[in-house]
């Protein structure tokens, strides 16, 4: 089995992220990754022993309560205290495919020797992950400040023997998993904690997800509205490269290739076209599909800096003698990149329902409702409603989280990214707009059959013969919403 050694000397991409995912590999540390954990830990250790003042933290309550100072004898049971206390997740439970990415950051940020975490500690969140145990956590609970504290006590407890994990596709102790698997639980030493909670892993790992996804779904929204256009005997000329080349933004001109790639060899394209030019959504494809690539990449530079980043607090410095209390926990670069990422997709979304709105509407010979006896048969009418509802759901959570601060910990933390709150609301809209791209090829799929016996691009002809093995022509009324469904996971099983 392929394993990925965690470094600290390795940058860890989004591609990484998801070749791990992908083809199940295992992870490990680097041998650079468990001396500078050791070595910060011991760094500390001495550190405890030799000085007197206090540390936030380590020695001291946390929050507001920074001033009072915590025994000796009783730092161990400190760091216990944080974990239980701040497992307080409400909401749905957080998908695995996302737990295990939390598990890889959380990890990856470990590593570098910056935390004073014990080593076994680490090691026991790599055998979580090896062993397939994810922990139970919840969506709600984190402001994006401190760390996401909440989410990520709950990421934690089966380290100490606590909470509950899904292991094997059911849910257990976390107790009772580790038993039977063999892991011994963890007793923290001070400091361990706060390592563990503070930290950006659970917005992090939702966006690594959304990048992935996103990427994905930009590929996609160019072949779909290829379909689209051609279903709606488009023009081929506003996606000449020249045109583009004179207002050179990269997604724009990458989307104008796309559409000319997916089409190139059209009996359908190639024909005389009647109309000078055609609706802003289908000719203004690069322009809007072109922007949300552009948005992708921004944010993708911003979380794979995070990916490599140490999100903790304090951080420790052996080589500068230095424990800084700072707030490289606070998730602004996040939330406001989360914000704008959901915004982006949301739009790939808005164009798309826009296509199917034409596409419904009885004009360009098609019929009415793309069926042959409208009146009789709604055809596509409502699958069109489906879509408009979807829209208008992702408008409503493209309202940004990170414009809202709420004072927390008797105003200690007294202002906050609420980036996990962008980190699930984006999760919603792109899994959303890849439903209103599987309704969108349902509608072209249709419309391009009544453009017979002319044929479209051997690309798209291929693309219709394997949809057409889940969802046949329709030619008279019937339930729709198996197709869509049909449709759905044709999308996300289909291979671009």
């Not at 992708?296 to 140490?310: D, G, W």
């Amino acid at each position: 089995m392929n394993t990925h050694f965690v470094s600290p000397q390795q940058p860890i991409s989004l591609e990484d992220i998801r070749r791990i995912l992908d083809t199940n590999m295992v992870l490990g540390l680097s041998d650079a990754a468990k001396q500078q954990i050791v070595a910060c830990r011991q760094y500390l250790d001495r550190k405890m022993a030799s000085q007197k003042e206090p540390i936030y933290g380590i020695n001291t309550g946390f929050g507001s309560l920074c001033n009072v100072i915590i025994p000796d004898d009783e730092l161990g049971q400190l760091q216990t205290n944080l974990v239980m206390s701040h497992a307080c997740g409400m909401g749905d439970e957080v998908p695995v495919e996302i737990v295990r990415i939390m598990l890889i950051l959380k990890i990856q940020s470990l590593s570098y020797g910056k935390s004073a975490v014990q080593l076994s500690t680490v090691e026991r969140l790599v055998d979580m992950y090896n062993h397939k145990i994810y922990p139970i956590v919840y969506q709600q609970g984190s402001l994006g400040a401190s760390g996401d504290l909440s989410p990520l006590a709950h990421l934690c407890l089966p380290l100490l023997g606590m909470g509950e994990v899904n292991y094997q596709g059911n849910k257990y102790p976390a107790a009772k998993v580790f038993k039977e698997i063999g892991l011994e639980t963890i007793t923290l030493k001070s400091k361990e904690g706060l390592a563990l909670l503070n930290g950006t892993q659970f917005m992090g790992a939702y966006g690594v997800w959304c990048l992935l996804k996103s990427i994905r779904l930009n590929v996609l929204a160019d072949l779909v509205g290829a379909v689209s256009l051609d279903a709606f005997d488009g023009r081929i000329e506003p996606f000449k490269d020249h045109i583009h080349l004179i207002r050179p933004h990269k997604g724009q001109l990458q989307t104008a290739r796309a559409i000319r790639e997916n089409l190139s060899g059209s009996e359908i394209l190639a024909r005389h076209k009647v109309q000078v030019q055609d609706p802003y959504s289908f000719r203004c494809m690069p322009q809007v599909h072109g922007a949300t690539k552009d948005t992708t990449a921004y944010v993708s530079s911003v979380f794979e800096t995070e990916l490599n980043s140490v999100t903790d607090n304090p951080t420790v410095f052996p080589e500068e003698d230095e424990v800084i209390s700072g707030g490289n926990f606070h998730g602004q670069p996040l939330a406001l990149a989360l914000d704008f990422l959901a915004i982006a997709m949301a739009e790939l979304g808005n164009i798309s329902e826009r296509r199917v709105y034409q596409l419904i509407s009885g004009i360009r010979n098609l019929p009415a409702f793309l069926v042959a006896k409208p009146g009789l048969n709604s055809g596509f009418m409502i699958p069109q409603y489906t879509a408009a509802s979807i829209v208008s759901q992702n408008k409503q959570w493209c309202t940004p989280a990170s414009i809202d601060s709420i004072v927390s910990s008797n105003g200690q933390e007294d202002h906050v990214s609420m980036g996990a709150n962008a980190a699930t609301k984006c999760f919603k809209v792109i899994e959303n707009v890849e439903r209103l791209l599987a309704i969108e090829l349902m509608n072209a799929s249709q419309a391009i059959e009544f453009r017979r016996p002319l044929k479209s691009s051997p690309k798209i002809e291929s693309l219709l013969a394997s949809y057409r093995k889940l969802i046949p022509f329709v030619q008279d009324d019937k339930i729709m919403y198996q197709e869509l469904e049909a449709s759905l996971q044709f999308v996300k099983t289909l291979s671009l």
